[in-house]
Each structure stands twice: as structure tokens, then as C-alpha cells.
């Protein structure tokens, strides 16, 4: 599959130069680039790179000086990493989902499959279970009873889409990713010892958590249009609401949502982040990895919390945390750098001490 | 002056960001050096002990503080004329 200059720019909605009937086959780092590639060089540091490459097309930023580069076309781009978005959906690789029905899946014959839905093999549909239309299902999947999936959904090998479960438009499920968990929920017949501990008693004999009841998840998850899940991703379903996820969110791999939470639109989970219990997280949001968000707590909308942070309280709107507890980047920054310098600090103070007492041999 | 004060300051920068000196210039930005808010604040906090000063840097909104830290060079400009405003 080849593209000429011309297509790929109109792809890109950007301005082409030169020959812009060359056929190129595929992106490639400007370093790498053979004369049937298009060198990606949106930085001006990869110049050099395409100079000695034998490509004779690139993608470049606006302004620059293609000719000077051995080129024989060239598209110029103002936000690089936005016009990666278009140009790997041009080129992304076609998945293999045929339409129909697989012979090894079973598809309860109460399931409804949408038009030019692809199921593939050993998947399971549950009773009452609905594809939209343009669904695919790819081998392994599996879709609980009356659960309802939005049309073009993507559900890609061995993830999993419990029982009730609602799923928008154009949703994609990674590898494994489990969508409808049992909440984790548990209570002790008499008060425990978490919340002796919560109110700064001892914990007694009495107090032992000698019997873990098991809370059941009435509720189900709902996942709104464009939602992407990773892989071995986790949402656990609600206790008699519904865990919910809004349109345009991405969740990476490796994240465990609670049970009855609600996560807004447009937010971005990333790699370990994990959420507790019936937490709220804003629109817009952005996790990054590791991030750990306590329970029953709210994280207003726009805030962006750094890396391995610890959120164990209620964050205002547009935020900017990092560290463990989490306080404005800043604050961190400071605390970090003053941290580094404390054996220092405990040196100069045992000097301190030592002149200071020379002076005042009675203290 | 300056360029005794432009001299520590590089040399502030390039133990931070692990670079030879000579790669850490006049008109090199905390971005080309690969300095990201964290270290910046340590740098801060190494001028305000080699220096002596106090420097007015607000970590949180590095942008809107009143001390330049668009480059090595503006860096050490800020420094002299904190300097000069304490003697």
C-alpha cells in the first residue's frame, strides 16, 4: 500500500512541496529512511539525519529549508506529535476481523449482532448480550449476559466485558482488559480495625477483623463513546450505582478503577494509576503513571498530577501536584531539592554545635 | 564581573544536568540542557548558597517569577543585579 505526497498531506490537512506525485510506502525515523519511505523529521535536529538518509520525502516543520535537505518533496506540519495522530491512522495496520461468526465462538441465540459485526474465534456472547453494528470481536473476547455495546467498537483478544455492562461508540478494549469486576467491598460484623484505626484507638482483641462479609457489586460499568481501556485493566463494577468512565477517556495498561467511581470525560489514566472506591475524578483529568487516588475523595476537573503522587484529599480544579502526599509541583520541588541537602545541613549543625558550645561551655 | 558570576552559574548547571562545561553555554535554555522543574529549583537553591542571596523563584509558576531563567546568560545577569540591589 503506497500513498502519494499529495494524499498524505491532504490526510494531514497541511501543504506538500515538490513532487508531490511521489508514491511513498511508509513513515520511518529520518535515520532509518530508504527512498520508498517518508522521513518523519518534524524537529530540526533530525536535518542531519534526513540529509545523509536516501529519502527523498519528509515530513517537516513549517518554513524549513527542504530543498537544502536532498529532497525531492516535503509536508510541513505545525503541531508534529497531532499530525503523528492522522498519519499512523493513515498508515495504521488493517486488523484481521472478517465479518460473521467464527465456527469455534458461541453466540447465545438471544445475543443480537449488529450489521458487518466480526466475531472471532473461541469469543463467547452472552444471553441478551448487544454488538452494534461494525463491532469487532477478536479471538478470545468474551461479552457477559445483556451486556450493550456501542457500533465500531473494537474488543481486541481475551478482554473481557462483564454481565449489564454499557459500552458506547467506538470503544476499544485492549488485550485482556476486564471491564465489569466484582468491587472489592468487604465489611466486618462489628467495627473492624480500620476504623479503629481511622479514629486513633488501639486496636484490640475486640477489634480484629474476624469475619470478612462480602459486599456484592449490584450496580454495572458504563463506559462512554470513544473510551479506550489497556490492557490488563481493570473497572470493577458499582455497588448499587454504576462505575462510570466518560467519552474521549484513555486508560492505559495496568490500571485498577474502583468500584463506584466516577471518571469524567476527556481524562487521561496512566500506566498504574488505581483509583479507590467511589472516588470522583473531573473532566480532563491526567494521571500519570503510578498515581494513586484514596477513596470517596474528588479531583476537580483540568488537574494534572505527576508521577507516583499519592492523592489522599480533595483536589481543587486545574491542580498541578506531584509527590507523596501530593502538593503543587512546586512545593515538591522544593521539598525534593531540600531533602538532598539535609546531610549537609545535619553536618553544619553538629559544627554549629560544637563552636557553639566552645563559646558557651555551660549550655 | 558577570562573567565570573556566568562561570559558576555554568558550573552550577553542568554538575546538575551532568554535562561537560563547555556544552553548558551563554545562551543555552533549561530546555536544550534537558533541566526540568526539579532540577531548576535545585539550581536555585545552589546559587542562593554559592551566591549568598536570596533568589525570588516561584517553583510553582517558574514563568511568572521575577528572576530570569531564560538562559545561562540571563541567569547570571539576575544575579548580579540581586547582588548589586543587597550591597
Known amino acids: 500500500m503506497t500513498y502519494t ?21 511508509r513513515p520511518s525515523h529520518p535515520g532509518k529512511a530508504g527512498p520508498t ?54 498508515f495504521a495496520h488493517p486488523i484481521h476481523a472478517p465479518a460473521g461468526v467464527h465456527a469455534s465462538a458461541v453466540v447465545d441465540e438471544t445475543a443480537s449482532l449488529g450489521e458487518g459485526v466480526s466475531v472471532g474465534p473461541l469469543c463467547v456472547v452472552g444471553p441478551g448480550a448487544t454488538i ?17 455495546i456501542g457500533p465500531d467498537a473494537l474488543i481486541h483478544s481475551g478482554a473481557r466485558v462483564g454481565a449489564r455492562v454499557r459500552i458506547g461508540a467506538r470503544v476499544i478494549l485492549q488485550p485482556n482488559a476486564v471491564v465489569g469486576s466484582d468491587g472489592f467491598s468487604f465489611v466486618t460484623p462489628e467495627k473492624g480495625s480500620v476504623e479503629t484505626a481511622k479514629s486513633g484507638e488501639a486496636i484490640t482483641d475486640e477489634v480484629r477483623n474476624v469475619e470478612l462479609a462480602r459486599i456484592h457489586s449490584l450496580g454495572a460499568v458504563v463506559l462512554g463513546d470513544d473510551v479506550e481501556v489497556g490492557a490488563n485493566t481493570s473497572i470493577d463494577r458499582g455497588t448499587m450505582i454504576d462505575t462510570t468512565v466518560g467519552s474521549g477517556t484513555k486508560i492505559d495498561n495496568l490500571v485498577q478503577i474502583g468500584h463506584n467511581v466516577q471518571v469524567g470525560e476527556h481524562c487521561m489514566l496512566c500506566g498504574h494509576v488505581g483509583i ?3 472516588s470522583e475524578i473531573g473532566d480532563r483529568v491526567v494521571l500519570a503513571g503510578k498515581v494513586g487516588i484514596a477513596d470517596h475523595i474528588k479531583i476537580g476537573e483540568d488537574s494534572v498530577i505527576g508521577a507516583n503522587s499519592g492523592v489522599g484529599a480533595n483536589v481543587p480544579p486545574r491542580s498541578v501536584l506531584l509527590g507523596l502526599p501530593a502538593l503543587p509541583a512546586g512545593d515538591t520541588a522544593r521539598i525534593v531539592a531540600a531533602q538532598k541537602r539535609l546531610p549537609d545541613l545535619f553536618q553544619t549543625v553538629r559544627e554549629l554545635k560544637k563552636r557553639l558550645s566552645a563559646i558557651e561551655p555551660t549550655r | 564581573m558577570s562573567s565570573d558570576t556566568e562561570l559558576k ?43 549568598d542571596i536570596s533568589v525570588p523563584f516561584n517553583a510553582n509558576e517558574p514563568a511568572s517569577s521575577e528572576f530570569d531563567i531564560s538562559n545561562v546568560g540571563a541567569i547570571a545577569t539576575a544575579i548580579d543585579a540581586l547582588k548589586a540591589a543587597e550591597a
Open chain 1, 37 to 90: 519511505d517518508i522521513a518523519l523529521a518534524m524537529d530540526p535536529r533530525y536535518f542531519d539525519a534526513v540529509k545523509e538518509s536516501s529519502a527523498k520525502a519528509a515530513i517537516l516543520p513549517e518554513g524549513a529549508p527542504w530543498e537544502d535537505l536532498g529532497l525531492e518533496a516535503a509536508i510541513f506540519v505545525g503541531r508534529s506529535r497531532y499530525a503523528l495522530s492522522k498519519l499512523t491512522t493513515a
Open chain 1, 276 to 278: 479507590a472506591g467511589s
Open chain 1, 5 to 25: 505526497i499529495s494524499q498524505i498531506a491532504a490526510a494531514l490537512s497541511a501543504e506538500a512541496a515538490g513532487d508531490v506525485a511521489l508514491q511513498v510506502a
Open chain 1, 132 to 148: 452494534g453494528s461494525g463491532g469487532r470481536l477478536l479471538a478470545g473476547a468474551t461479552i457477559g449476559e445483556n451486556a450493550a
Open chain 2, 9 to 51: 552559574v555554568r558550573e552550577i548547571i553542568a554538575e546538575q544536568a551532568m554535562l561537560d562545561l563547555d556544552a553548558v553555554k551563554s545562551e543555552s535554555t533549561p530546555e536544550e540542557l534537558g533541566l526540568d522543574s526539579l532540577a531548576m529549583v535545585e539550581i536555585v537553591f545552589s546559587i542562593e548558597e554559592t551566591f
